[in-house]
Every structure is written in C-alpha cells, then in structure tokens.
C-alpha cells in the first residue's frame, strides 16, 4: 500500500505565494508520474500539473509562467510552488502518483488540501 500526504495549503491574498509538498510512502519501488489537480465547488477535477521520472513537465494554461512542479525523487516528495495567485485558483488541490509496485502500475491518491486566495 502507498500513502500520500499532502501539506502547505491555506489562506493566501491574491498575489500571494504557497508552496505544496506531497510526500509518497509505502511499498514503492519507483514513482512513474507525479501529478498536481485541483477541485473547485460545483466543477470537474482537472489537472494542473505533472512531472514524469525524467522531470519532463507540463502545465494547464491556466497556470503557466505563475506555478512550478518540482519533485525529490530520494525523498518521494513533490512539490508545487503557486506565485501570483489569483482567486480562481481557490480548489482543493490533491496530488497523485503513478507508482511502480513489483512490475506493475497503480495510481494513488492523496487526501487534498484546501487552497485558498482572497480577492
């Protein structure tokens, strides 16, 4: 089983900065993918980023040029640093692994954490 904790979310004012981190643990013999979306009330999950092994990355356009995916394949950890927020960006913002497990392949899930900006 693998677990996914997700930290750094919160209130910010519109133009402000957070930082996300979601740390990955359990049996994982490799970590493919590593994703960023959010969930805002009453619309569809979508993503906003994604980080491959090989730290390939690709935005929504919605926040391109304002958010950064990094990740620390060591310590299993993603993270997603949010500048120049806009009050759109309120959601809660969940992060998922593709993880290697024995050969095969299994998405998770992390629990989420709220976002959000004041205008």
């Known amino acids: 089983q693998v677990q996914l904790v997700e930290s750094g979310g919160g209130l910010v004012q519109a133009g402000g900065s957070l930082r996300l981190s979601c740390a990955a643990s359990?049996?994982?013999?490799?970590?493919?993918?590593m994703n960023w979306y959010r969930q805002a009330p009453g619309k569809e999950r979508e993503l906003v980023a994604a980080i491959s092994s090989g730290d390939n990355t690709n935005y929504a356009d919605s926040v391109k040029g304002r958010f950064t995916i990094s990740r620390d394949n060591n310590k299993n950890t993603v993270h997603l640093q949010m500048n120049s927020l806009k009050f759109e960006d309120t959601a809660v913002y969940y992060c998922k692994a593709i993880v290697n497990q024995r050969g095969s392949l299994y998405s998770y899930w992390g629990q989420g954490t709220q976002v959000t900006v004041s205008s």
């Open positions: 359990g049996s994982i013999f490799g970590i493919n993918v």
